[in-house]
């Protein structure tokens, strides 16, 4: 990383070196750098807008999912630890406690080909608007917000 004088200068936020270096697409990183958290990173995860701690970890690392799944062990046990270290602290304690926030506004079920079967098929099941986690942050099928925000 080079400032406007040319100077290499450190990168900044938290770096992690990997001791087996990956390579994608012809770049290979022998590092991966968290940058640092900003105030509307912590509103974004408040508000729910990232549905994983993967997606939290891709937006401050630059990697996709696939290149962060790639880190071997013991390399993967740094950058998690790595990572929970430069969370911010509320982000890491919802982390801990299991807790994803959910969107307050619910995106309406589009309707199927029969007009209606999302709707139907939710409201068989017992869910709903309002009901997919409960104080707990468990969902009415009994899986944690982490299990289901991982689920395919």
Same mark, same amino acid.
């Given at each position: ?56 970890? =891709?937006?401050?690392? +630059? ?8 880190? #071997?062990?013991? @390399?993967?046990?740094? !950058?998690? *630890? ?41 409201? =068989?099941?017992?869910? +709903? ?8 942050? #468990?969902?009415? @099928?009994?899986?944690? !917000?982490? *299990? ?5």
């Amino acid at each position: 990383m080079s400032d406007t004088t040319g100077k290499k200068t450190k990168p900044r936020g938290k770096v992690t070196k990997l001791r087996a270096a990956l390579t994608f697409n012809g770049e290979t990183r022998k590092a991966i750098v968290f940058r640092p958290f900003t105030i509307g990173d912590l509103v974004r995860w408040k508000a729910g807008e990232f549905s994983s701690i993967f997606n939290l970890m =891709e937006e401050v690392s +630059g990697w996709s999912r696939d290149q962060i799944e790639a880190i #071997e062990f013991p @390399d993967a046990a740094a !950058v998690i *630890e790595n990572f929970m270290i430069h969370l911010p602290e509320e982000i890491r304690n919802d982390v801990q406690d299991g807790i994803i926030p959910v969107s307050s506004t619910p995106t309406p079920p589009q309707p199927g080909p029969d007009n209606g079967s999302l709707e139907t098929e939710a409201s =068989e099941h017992g869910g +709903g608007y309002g009901s997919e986690t409960s104080p707990n942050g #468990e969902g009415s @099928d009994g899986r944690s !917000v982490l *299990e289901r925000s991982e689920a395919p």
